[in-house]
């Protein structure tokens, strides 16, 4: 294995103390009393009492408490630590706790929710209210869901601490040390400059391991502040799995009206996350989501309203996409039954649209890659002959249930994401990169956050070796820990590939123009740049929210065995625009894998057991194995502009493709994800 | 009770617990550190060995069932001449796993070209079954097995 970058299980020294949570056991109600008599002796106990500093954590102004005080919001919240040099004696002192709750509060549902559940809520308002157009309009209304997703909590989590010349050091697997740095420091009520984090290895992760860390390495560096000894604590793969964050289920309601050429005249739009019992990075979530919501299309009268809900569920926000999967499911299903409504063909009504060269927040776009994708996408999976016929064949047939040959369906969808946030870092987030150039003509590159995946890291040393003209054997990107390394932010959204790249460029830059009128070593440090009120006005939400964007298309082809309801990805055909790509092998290994892992989401996979490629064989049904669907990625433009995240805007794109292309074959109108044969089985028993 | 089996090559005497799995034995007792014990439910693959010659889930099967067998494990297969096949195959396909599931994905592909040394994508996908990893792209670490296999066949012949 790789010892310089070793998982945080790893860690371990004698006398160290294992370190436990103890979780609320129920969903919502308020601590009593609590007695810990029967603790055996060597089990040391802590609850939010013990907190020098702060009892909570903050991300970008949104705070959880680290410790349940008196009030518990969801089931699993952190209750008490328990800490003993034994970690067999923590699962039984766990047991020994007696607590008392006052449950006489009512849960805090999502199905349905009040007013006073609302904790948040983005507008986007753009022309008229007024919705009253008279004759030859349609109005269509419909309402789309998303359930939850959630990851398997497989590689460790955890964090190990101790001192080290009067200092504390944390080892977690942190997508951004320097936010643990700052949770322990408010916790412990120590200086920041007094902690240092060092990177485990966070691979892989969902965005679980972007607060998470934080939260853990404050209850063990509180274990290691009372006692002085080193303590390690390891969440278990089921505390991963239920009480980190999650993909946040929506619920959607979009009333458009269309004149007789298929215009959309007005839309209102009202999305309701369910963000759990605490808003950590939800208004970034709902930013995100507004934006998809309207997407590419130029519509004069839009009102979107995305809530945040606060429900008795464990925090679901910060996950993989972060709002703009679900929401772009939404707005790409309705689009598809805004263009059959008005009978047109949904390829070309979805380049008509892009023509407006605009994105709903009133950015121009000046080089619209959108009609060409859908071109290229249409053509390479012969998506106009497919459509026709397979639309024949619905219209032509009675019913599911007397149709003797497989159901097929062919669905597109198209849009873009956005890479790095929509809060562009100013005050105290200056995140950034540092470059040296030193003596021998050797650039060290200093990030933040390690575990750069390795084809982004040769993006960055070709790129600094073309800036330069050294070679890319001279280029090094640095390990290290709090103390040697600026603070990049967290690394997520697109930020490494697109936000990263163009810091070093800049820094590379700098240090040509010096070169050679500055002695050597050059040290230079790059932020990312602060918004600008002409660019993006975050209040109004007006401008180019991102960094950059990445475009795409995809069609999906399915087939549904009218027996079992079981589908089938015949194929999924996929263009994308992500700007400037240095390894194309590499760059479509991404995509793929983008999208067997939308496609998984949208068939109701559980991870790790993958049906929608299993298959089985008439002679040896019991023998099992993977049919992965053909899937080809296209990329165009890839010689130029900034780099850009490809696995987001796969992701994104195919749960609606897959869901329009389920309705044609089946002939009904399924709004919901994850579609499964039960659920299909129950659309199909609805209408009849 | 007290085991001796060979692993990677070695003689190993050990004493542990009847109850104990086997991956616990050689993760926590002999430091195995390639191996994630995290589902124990057969269900993740990162856990994947050379037992007896099978590919097998070691958090399924018992510590006593390791009495005088031969186990490999990736830090077993990275020292051996037939790693430098897998390494190619995975480069030159970019299906280069994550960290995390690096060492069960080698576990596999030597598995594989054990028993078969130009197996079918059909035979890859079948034993890619039992691993999950959000990292894998499956398409490609196919690919990669594929490639590894033909470099292994070469290297048998001498070619390099």
Not at chain 1, 483 to 507: A, F, H, I, K
Request: glycine share 6%; with cysteine.
């Amino acid at each position: 294995m790789d010892d310089n970058f070793p998982f945080v299980d790893k860690y371990k020294t004698d006398g160290m103390f294992h370190v436990q949570i103890v979780r609320a056991e129920i969903p919502r109600g308020r601590i009593e009393s609590w007695d810990t008599s029967k603790l055996p002796e060597e089990v040391l106990f802590f609850s939010a009492e013990d907190l020098p500093g702060k009892n909570e954590l903050s991300l970008l102004s949104e705070t959880m408490p680290l410790l349940a005080a008196k009030e518990v919001n969801y089931q699993g919240e952190p209750l008490f630590l328990l800490a003993s040099k034994s970690s067999e004696s923590l699962e039984e002192a766990k047991k020994k706790i007696r607590i008392d709750y006052e449950t006489d509060f009512s849960l805090l549902a999502f199905e349905p929710s009040s007013s006073d559940q609302v904790i948040d809520r983005v507008s986007l308002v753009r022309g008229s209210e007024e919705r009253n157009y008279g004759s030859g309009t349609q109005i269509i209304e419909a309402q789309y869901r998303t359930s939850s997703e959630t990851h398997i909590g497989r590689a460790p989590l955890g964090a190990f601490t101790y001192w080290e010349n009067e200092r504390l050091v944390v080892h977690t697997p942190s997508h951004w040390p320097y936010h643990v740095r700052g949770s322990v420091a408010d916790v412990l009520k120590i200086s920041p400059s007094k902690v240092k984090v060092i990177q485990s290895n966070p691979s892989p992760a969902y965005g679980e391991k972007v607060f998470y860390p934080s939260l853990v390495s404050a209850m063990a560096a509180l274990v290691t502040l009372k006692t002085g000894s080193p303590a390690r604590l390891l969440l278990s793969p089921e505390e991963v799995e239920r009480f980190t964050t999650k993909k946040a289920p929506v619920e959607v309601n979009r009333t458009s009206v269309i004149d007789e050429n298929g215009t959309i005249l007005a839309e209102d739009v009202h999305l309701r996350f369910n963000v759990g019992a605490y808003p950590m990075f939800t208004r970034e979530l709902l930013i995100r989501a507004a934006i998809s919501s309207g997407n590419f299309y130029h519509i004069p009268n839009i009102n979107i309203t995305v809530e945040a809900i606060r429900t008795s569920a464990p925090p679901m926000n910060l996950y993989r996409g972060l709002g703009v999967a679900q929401s772009l499911f939404a707005t790409e299903v309705h689009s598809s039954r805004l263009a059959e409504f008005s009978q047109l063909n949904p390829g070309d009504w979805k380049i008509e649209h892009a023509s407006k060269r605009r994105i709903i927040t009133g950015s121009e776009i000046k080089k619209m890659p959108l009609p060409e994708l859908l071109k290229q996408v249409l053509e390479k999976s012969d998506f106009y002959r497919k459509h026709s016929a397979y639309e024949l064949t619905r219209k032509r047939r009675s019913s599911i249930k007397t149709s003797r040959s497989t159901l097929r369906g062919i669905g597109v969808s198209s849009g873009f994401t956005g890479n790095g946030f929509t809060e562009k870092p100013t005050g105290d987030f200056n995140w950034g990169i540092s470059a040296v150039l030193d003596s021998k003509d050797r650039l060290s590159i200093e990030c933040g956050t390690l575990n750069i995946p390795r084809a982004i890291q040769d993006i960055w040393k070709r790129k600094a070796a073309e800036i330069l003209g050294i070679s890319t054997d001279s280029v090094e990107i640095i390990d290290g820990d709090t103390d040697s390394l600026p603070d990049s932010g967290p690394m997520m959204l697109g930020m490494p590939v697109s936000v990263y790249t163009s810091l070093v460029e800049r820094c590379c830059t700098y240090i040509r123009k010096q070169r050679f009128h500055k002695p050597l070593p050059i040290r230079v440090h790059r932020n990312i740049p602060a918004a600008r009120k002409n660019v993006w006005n975050r209040e109004s939400l007006e401008g180019l929210p991102y960094q950059s964007l990445s475009w795409g298309a995809v069609v999906t082809e399915v087939e549904l065995d009218p027996l079992t309801l079981m589908p089938e990805v015949r194929g999924v055909w996929a263009s994308f625009d992500c700007g400037l790509i240095y390894d194309t092998s590499y760059a479509v290994s991404i995509a793929e894998a983008g999208i067997y892992e939308a496609l998984a989401w949208s068939m109701g996979e559980e991870r790790g057991s993958p049906r929608y490629y299993q298959d089985y064989s008439l002679e040896n049904p019991e023998t099992l194995y993977l049919r992965l669907p053909p899937v080809s990625v296209h990329f165009l433009n890839q010689s130029r502009g900034v780099p850009g995240g490809i696995n987001e805007i796969a992701e994104s794109l195919v749960p609606a493709s897959f869901i329009t292309a389920m309705s044609q074959a089946a002939g009904v109108y399924f709004d919901r994800i994850p579609l499964t044969p039960e659920l299909i089985h129950g659309y199909l028993e609805e209408q009849t | 009770m007290r085991l001796h089996f060979i692993l990677n090559g070695r003689y190993v005497d050990v004493t542990t617990q009847p109850s104990t799995r086997l991956v616990d034995l050689l993760h926590d007792q002999l430091d195995i550190e390639s191996l994630h014990p995290a589902c124990y439910g057969g269900e993740c693959g990162n856990c994947a060995i050379i037992f007896n010659g099978d590919l097998v889930y070691s958090c399924l099967i018992p510590a006593f069932a390791a009495q005088d067998a031969s186990i490999y494990t990736y830090e077993g297969i990275v020292k051996s001449a037939g790693y430098a096949d897998i390494q190619r195959g995975f480069q030159e396909e970019n299906s280069f796993p994550c960290r995390y599931c690096l060492a069960s994905k080698v576990v596999i592909t030597q598995s594989i070209l054990e028993n078969n040394q130009d197996p079918d994508r059909q035979e890859i996908m079948e034993v890619l079954s039992g691993t999950y990893c959000s990292c894998t792209n499956l398409n490609k670490m196919t690919k990669g097995i594929i490639k590894a296999a033909y470099h292994r066949r070469r290297s048998s012949y001498g070619r390099k």
